[in-house]
């Protein structure tokens, strides 16, 4: 069975760093694009930042500058660097696994993934 994990999430203060990591596995990811979205409470699901195949990426208004997603086809897992961590990050964060795409920009569209993990918690407070 396809399987999408995300591990990593946890309380930090404003200012702060984590690392999130995604662990995809049950097939193969081959052309895929991964992306990570996060839902806060009381707000709408918000795209975050996406990776495609061979590494080109894309981020959202409110992370760019600060957050870094990268991966390894290798591991098949995507990782994303979190820095400079603002309350306003305080949400669950997903993530997703395309189908495999020949488009080399990842989309910044949830409803354009298909696989997508359980989610993990980040709280960024003092």
């Known amino acids: 069975q396809v399987q999408v994990v995300e591990s990593g999430g946890g309380l930090v203060q404003p200012g702060g760093s984590l690392r999130l990591s995604c662990a995809a596995s049950g097939r193969s990811f081959r052309d895929t694009h991964m992306a990570w979205f996060r839902q806060a409470p009381g707000k709408e699901h918000e795209f975050v930042a996406a990776i495609g195949w061979s590494g080109p990426t894309r981020y959202g208004n409110s992370v760019a500058g600060r957050f870094t997603v990268s991966r390894n086809n290798t591991l098949n897992t995507m990782w994303l660097q979190m820095d400079n961590l603002k309350p306003e990050d305080t949400a669950v964060y997903y993530c997703?696994?395309?189908?495999?795409?020949?488009?080399?920009?990842?989309?910044?569209?949830?409803?354009?993934?298909?696989?997508w993990g359980q989610g993990t918690k980040v709280s960024v407070s003092s």
């Open positions: 997703a696994v395309s189908r495999a795409i020949s488009l080399i920009y990842p989309s910044t569209r949830g409803d354009e993934y298909y696989y």
